[in-house]
């Protein structure tokens, strides 16, 4: 039986540690991939919005001291059609140089061609909204502007760092804001023209050289802008795509230290619960061989080495498997939030630590156990005396064992039951650190609400499986224990029926130790 609970305990370790693993290299991975297209595209530290003002504007923004790279461009919202159909939309049109590319916030063509002339009348389509509504290169969409409709032909798809995940506001969430709402990048002559805005701007991305500079700065640029009135200052922690990816990716931070963490401290308080047993049940043993000069150290180096044992074979098992794991995963988040590029790296720093924390759990919990064993009294032990030993006078007289007594199974069941209730005290705090997770995570929100949708049916035909199994092994178990019940009840009346009348036995206590 020992050797089933120490299996157990490992695939819980094993179960955490790639927990632990997956998550956590899925993390650093997905960090990764926002990360490097943000330096690649020269992602804008800043974002200001404002009132028509003239191009060379960007020229005094360029000579604040701070500044690396400033771009001036239109960004403008006007109702939209496809040529295809009568439904309109808001489109965002925002304006790049062309053929030249933008110093910030630059474009990635994952279809069709950059404008390769300043005057065209051809756009580039965000990727998320272009595939949400199937747009293909060469399809037609046409702009409502002050100026009257003006069609553009599509002349590719693109990733912009601004729109890693489309986001109106911060509020907004896919799929959603996508089906009313896009992004389109057009070449500043032509869309400026169009808008009657030739020669002027009414939005600039900045870089700095220091980050640390931002307030400085951004002083600077207000007042050079305050003529103009400034609509919005967005730096990039607040910009709308920024928080949703960082809400995203940031969830998988946590989930990789509170869900290992809760499968540990369960593998912490069952393997102290397991040894502290195992000594009970052992001590006689542990007495021989103190008795015979074994030395206590090395009582306590076996008892520890059962911990030992649990945490490095889990752990070494969990860090494969979580290494495994760790790529389809990033996959999964990074296909979420459309990442252009993903980046897929074996984080040998969090296999370690992962080895470290399972080791640590293990080895804590069997400190106590081991050191009880390594300080048992020979000549107690081996009387069958345990040094905490309550029995009363008439146990003592008809010679029943402590190690069967009633009061001994108390005690371990004691344990037991506070075992039980410190896991469920974990679960409802797991249980209410999800809901909040849920209830602040709009992404999580928008993707659970997307699969529950979808999959539905399988969702509720697995729930009534898991049920009915659940019932079956529930009766299994059921009849299993009446049955053992029966039987040693039938043992016991035999046993009495034999006995003469003047002997009286507990046989309902034995019965019971029995069984447990």
Same mark, same amino acid.
């Given at each position: ?63 604040? &001291?701070? $500044?690396? !790279?400033?771009? %001036? ?6 109702? =939209? #059609?496809? /040529? ?90 896919? &799929?959603? $804001?996508? !089906?009313?709402? %896009? ?6 002559? =032509? #869309?400026? /023209? ?139 988040f990074a296909e979420r939030v459309s990442l252009p590029l993903?980046y897929k790296q074996v984080h040998w720093d969090v296999t ?165």
């Amino acid at each position: 039986r020992s050797k089933w609970q120490f299996t157990a305990l490992i695939a819980m370790v094993v179960l955490g540690i790639a927990f632990f693993g997956s998550v956590l290299s899925s993390y650093r991975n997905l960090q990764l991939s926002v990360d490097r297209p943000y330096e690649d595209m020269r992602f804008a530290d800043i974002t200001v919005s404002f009132g028509p003002a003239p191009q060379n504007t960007t020229g005094l923004i360029a000579s604040v &001291p701070g $500044v690396e !790279r400033v771009t %001036g461009r239109i960004s403008i919202e006007v109702p =939209s #059609m496809f /040529s295809n159909s009568s439904d309109r939309f808001v489109g965002r049109v925002v304006t790049l140089p062309a053929p030249a590319r933008p110093s910030v916030n630059d474009v990635l063509v994952t279809a069709g061609t950059y404008f390769t002339e300043p005057n065209e009348t051809q756009v580039l389509v965000e990727k998320g909204f272009g595939g949400h509504h199937g747009i293909k290169v060469g399809d037609e969409v046409a702009f409502i502007t002050p100026m009257g409709v003006r069609p553009f032909t599509v002349s590719g798809l693109v990733i912009s760092p601004e729109y890693l995940w489309p986001a109106r506001t911060v509020w907004d969430h896919m &799929p959603d $804001v996508l !089906r009313r709402w %896009g992004v389109f990048f057009a070449p500043y002559a =032509s #869309m400026a /023209s169009s808008l009657g805005m030739a020669g002027r701007i009414n939005e600039i991305a900045v870089t700095l050289r220091d980050g640390n500079q931002l307030e400085e700065v951004g002083s600077e640029i207000r007042n050079i802008l305050s003529s103009y009135g400034i609509a919005s200052f967005v730096p990039r922690e607040k910009q709308p795509s920024d928080v949703q990816i960082n809400m995203s990716v940031q969830a998988l931070d946590k989930l990789s230290f509170v869900f290992p963490t809760f499968f540990l401290t369960i593998v912490a308080l069952s393997t102290y619960v397991l040894l502290m047993r195992l000594v009970f049940v052992q001590r006689q043993q542990i007495g021989v061989f103190l008795a015979l000069g074994v030395s206590r150290k090395r009582v306590l180096r076996h008892y520890l080495s059962f911990a030992l044992l649990i945490g490095l074979a889990g752990s070494l098992i969990g860090s494969v498997a979580g290494n495994l794991l760790a790529n389809p995963i990033t996959e999964l988040f990074a296909e979420r939030v459309s990442l252009p590029l993903v980046y897929k790296q074996v984080h040998w720093d969090v296999t370690a630590s992962g080895i470290i924390l399972a080791l640590a759990f293990s080895s804590i919990a069997a400190l106590v156990p081991a050191l009880r064993a390594a300080r048992l009294m020979p000549a107690q032990t081996m009387r069958g005396e345990s040094p905490q030993s309550r029995l009363s006078k008439r146990q003592k007289a008809i010679g029943q064992d402590d190690s069967r007594s009633i009061y001994t199974s108390r005690r371990i069941t004691g344990w037991a039951k506070a075992t039980m209730l410190i896991q469920s005290a974990i679960i409802i705090l797991l249980s209410f650190w999800v809901y909040q997770e849920y209830r602040n995570n709009l992404y999580l929100q928008a993707y659970l609400g997307e699969y529950l949708e979808a999959n539905y049916p399988a969702i509720l035909r697995l729930s009534l499986a898991g049920l009915t199994t659940s019932f079956a092994l529930s009766a299994l178990i059921w009849l299993n224990k009446t049955r053992e019940k029966s039987r040693l009840h039938i043992r016991s009346e035999r046993i009495r029926s034999r006995l003469p009348t003047t002997v009286k036995l507990p046989f309902r206590s034995l019965a019971r130790n029995h069984m447990r």
